[in-house]
Nanobody, 124 residues
Framework: QVQLVESGGGLVQAGGSLRLSCAAS????????MAWFRQAPGKERAFVAFISWGGDSFYYVDSVKGRFTISRANAKNTVYLQMNSLKPEDTANYYC?????????????????WGQGTQVTVSS
């Protein structure tokens, strides 16, 4: 089992930056691919960013390319999401997720473990 805890969310003005962290328990963290999803009020949870268990493959939703960067520090059992040039439409609850090896990295159903979420609010 893997437990995930997100942190780093908050209120920021448009154009600002935040760095989200996802701390994982257990000693098998490096065996999991990791992803960030987000869910805005009244909307379904949507894919944001993915990193493979080896840290050599990355995928981003088009709307965050060039602004967000996903990374992982396996020795710390932690995955990060650096968010720059934030826009009001980035406002959402952000969730960290773990998978043994998703076929469809962008799909909620491919992930076995989820964190509780951390709120990101971007003001105009």
């Amino acid at each position: 089992q893997v437990q995930l805890v997100e942190s780093g969310g908050g209120l920021v003005q448009a154009g600002g930056s935040l760095r989200l962290s996802c701390a994982a328990s257990g000693r098998t963290f490096s065996s999991y691919a990791m992803a960030w999803f987000r869910q805005a009020p009244g909307k379904e949870r949507a894919f944001v960013a993915f990193i493979s268990w080896g840290g050599d493959s990355f995928y981003y939703v088009d709307s965050v390319k060039g602004r967000f960067t996903i990374s992982r520090a396996n020795a710390k059992n932690t995955v990060y999401l650096q968010m720059n040039s934030l826009k009001p439409e980035d406002t959402a609850n952000y969730y960290c997720a773990a998978s043994r090896g998703p076929t469809y990295y962008y799909s909620n159903d491919e992930y076995d473990y989820w964190g509780q979420g951390t709120q990101v609010t971007v003001s105009s």
